[in-house]
T-cell receptor, first 109, second 115 residues
Framework: SQQGEEDPQALSIQEGENATMNCSYK?????LQWYRQNSGRGLVHLIL?????REKHSGRLRVTLDTSKKSSSLLITASRAADTASYFC?????????FGAGTRLTVKP | NAGVMQNPRHLVRRRGQEARLRCSPM?????VYWYRQLPEEGLKFMVY????????ESGMPKERFSAEFPKEGPSILRIQQVVRGDSAAYFC?????????????FGSGTRLTVV
């Protein structure tokens, strides 16, 4: 399946700590994307990393991609209570995008 | 430049009725994707459409579900004879012809409740 699988399913940390979420997939991809979803809301695109890239930064977000291991990680540094949400990775191949089940992140104030 | 617009935001249907969900993509976007999300779960791909064409419907149930993206107007996801198990949030995303090089833009979803 092209679908990504996130790990862990749930993560609870204190404000100020870093949060790391992982994503594994099984097939070739053009790019891998991370999205965030607040409870009851739509998805918001966070960051996209292409298959020929290894690392990308955006503000407090850092994404890595290892195509040999078919895995990616999302690191959120200096977490805030407002970062509490579900985070999904999505693998994209030729305009076809599939999602994993997500990681539910809770950041305690 | 409005984002992806989905309506209605909430839809309540009795078992056996029809549900019609609408999605207007971002201006300039010609690719539309529909996903279903059950509570506490991820998004499940249903169907991928371009104008007047269904590209991939492998995630859509063969019966009762249909989708279209006409030359003019929004994309429609239609569920006939709804059952309780159809209750979910349905999300639409769009991308430009170049694909998702900059990510896909999602609508806020339609929450369907079947009573």
């Amino acid at each position: 399946s092209q679908q990504g699988e996130e790990d862990p399913q749930a993560l609870s940390i204190q404000e100020g700590e870093n949060a790391t979420m992982n994503c594994s997939y099984k097939t070739s991809i053009n790019n891998l994307q991370w999205y965030r979803q607040n409870s009851g809301r739509g998805l918001v695109h966070l960051i996209l990393i292409r298959s020929n890239e290894r690392e990308k930064h955006s503000g407090r977000l850092r994404v890595t991609l290892d195509t040999s291991k078919k895995s990616s990680s999302l690191l959120i540094t200096a977490s805030r209570a407002a970062d509490t949400a579900s985070y999904f990775c999505a693998t994209a191949l030729n305009n076809d995008m599939r999602f994993g089940a997500g990681t539910r992140l809770t950041v305690k104030p | 430049n409005a984002g992806v617009m989905q309506n209605p935001r909430h839809l309540v249907r009795r078992r056996g009725q029809e549900a019609r969900l609408r999605c207007s993509p971002m201006k300039g976007h010609s690719h539309v994707y529909w996903y279903r999300q059950l509570p506490e779960e991820g998004l499940k791909f249903m169907v991928y459409l371009q104008k007047e064409n269904i590209i991939d419907e492998s995630g859509m149930p063969k019966e009762r579900f249909s989708a279209e993206f006409p030359k003019e107007g929004p994309s429609i996801l239609r569920i006939q004879q709804v059952v309780r198990g159809d209750s979910a949030a349905y999300f639409c995303a769009s991308s430009p012809p170049s694909g998702g090089s900059y990510g896909y833009t999602f609508g806020s979803g339609t929450r369907l409740t079947v009573v």
